[in-house]
């Protein structure tokens, strides 16, 4: 089945190490995106991507950094400069042709940071 | 992009039709209007898009005010597993492929 997937579900994580979150795509999309979703909140664009070997920052860019080296795959590195990252993070794709088409969405990953 | 305001909450009874409004009033030309939702734990699903004509499929329909600064997303007839979170988001045309999410609206729906 085509789709987006996220590893692992749950994250735990000790203050000030870094945590890689996978998102891996078989939909052929250009574009891939992560997010950051707070309770009650709604989503918020950490980085994204329109093309392999490019990624642009988004909204809250700060504490993170994103890779791009292959089409189906777009990690997520949490360091330890993002001062608050227990959250909700989601990973998006979309076929890059303009603003009429649809981002697919994964099923996330929970990181807790004890 | 420009800014979308929607309702916090709302509830509705199993089988009804429900009406989600979104204002937009400062709307450009090439904004496209998208909804999405989201079921609590999951990721975002797509509903529908549209830019000045009223659109329909199987999951909802879509209808935008003449001025474009208003639109309302309609659920034909609600079920319980229509209960999320949806976002009417705005798109503009050189903003790329960018996705804005607001708040939303929480959508309950009462058997």
């Known amino acids: 089945d085509g789709g987006i997937t996220q590893s692992p579900k749950y994250l735990f994580r000790k203050e000030g190490q870094n945590v890689t979150l996978s998102c891996e795509q078989n939909?052929?999309?250009?574009?891939m995106y992560w997010y950051r979703q707070d309770p009650g909140q709604g989503l918020r664009l950490i980085y994204y991507s329109q093309i392999v070997n490019d990624f642009q920052k988004g909204d809250i860019a700060e504490g993170y950094s994103v890779s791009r080296e292959k089409k189906e795959s777009f990690p997520l590195t949490v360091t330890s400069a993002q001062k608050n990252p227990t959250a909700f993070y989601l990973c998006?794709?979309?076929?890059?042709?303009?603003?009429?088409?649809?981002?697919?969405f994964g099923p996330g990953t929970r990181l807790l940071v004890l | 992009d420009a800014k979308t305001t929607q309702p916090n909450s709302m509830e509705s009874n199993e089988e009804e039709p429900v009406h989600l409004p979104c204002n937009h009033s400062t709307i450009s030309g090439t904004d496209y209007i998208h909804w999405y939702r989201q079921l609590p734990s999951q990721g975002p699903e797509y509903v529908i898009h549209g830019l000045t004509s009223n659109v329909n499929n199987r999951m909802a329909s879509l209808a935008i005010a003449e001025d474009r600064k208003s639109s309302t997303l309609i659920l034909h007839r609600a079920t319980l597993r229509d209960a999320a979170v949806y976002y009417c988001?705005?798109?503009?045309?050189?903003?790329?492929?960018?996705?804005?999410f607001g708040e939303g609206t929480q959508l309950t729906v009462n058997p």
């Open positions: 939909l052929n999309h250009d574009a």
């Open positions: 998006a794709s979309s076929i890059n042709r303009g603003s009429g088409e649809t981002q697919y």
């Open positions: 988001i705005l798109r503009r045309e050189t903003s790329g492929s960018r996705l804005t």
